[in-house]
């Protein structure tokens, strides 16, 4: 789970299945991470107001406006398990897949998963599932806090996020 704003990868998982179950786990990870990183204790705390627009284009009023969770259509996201969380009175967070075959919609993260290759895990012998979970939450650290990134005039991750949020 990347921010798209600033980069900051609020959570990865590695598991040997892509279930809904796993998609919900790191979805959680990713809220936990942010209120921690933002210092408060609910995320709902945080967002601001969007308007609501009535059938004929009116604004009716302002209501808090939910987050987007951007996602690819794999059947992870698409199952029943996942839209449990973007369900309720006020969700804290709406569900966006993007469309089939295109890819660039969902370039961050895809640009998150070539970086995490080409600059880490190609670089050494991954013996095991064990290795490969150690190895991608190392590079999360790495990623967050030590690499520079030219979409974030040369800062990290996480000076961005802190930044966006003050």
């Known amino acids: 789970m990347i ?6 990868c609020l959570a990865i998982t590695v598991t040997p299945t892509a279930r809904g179950a796993d998609a919900l786990a790191c979805l959680r990870l990713a809220v936990t ?3 921690r990183i933002l210092g ?3 995320l709902r705390a945080d967002r601001g107001l969007a ?22 259509n ?6 029943e398990v996942l839209e449990t969380v973007f369900a309720g009175p006020d969700p804290l967070l709406r569900h966006v897949r993007t469309r089939v075959r295109s890819h660039q919609t969902n370039g961050v993260i895809e640009r998150w998963f070539g970086t995490l290759k080409y600059e880490h895990l190609f670089r050494g012998v991954i013996a095991d599932g ?3 979970d150690m190895e991608v939450h190392r590079f999360r650290v790495i990623y967050n806090t030590i690499r520079p990134h030219q979409a974030l005039d040369d ?5 961005a996020f802190i930044a966006v949020s003050s």
């Open 40 to 42: 408060v204790d609910d």
């Open 51 to 72: 308007e609501v627009i009535g059938p004929a284009g009116e604004v009716l009023g302002m209501a808090p406006a939910p987050i987007a969770v951007v996602s690819d």
């Open 3 to 8: 921010d798209y704003a600033t980069k900051y």
């Open 74 to 79: 794999g059947p992870c996201f698409r199952g």
């Open 130 to 132: 064990d290795a490969l």
């Open 155 to 159: 800062r990290v991750p996480s000076s």
């Open 33 to 35: 991470e942010a209120e």
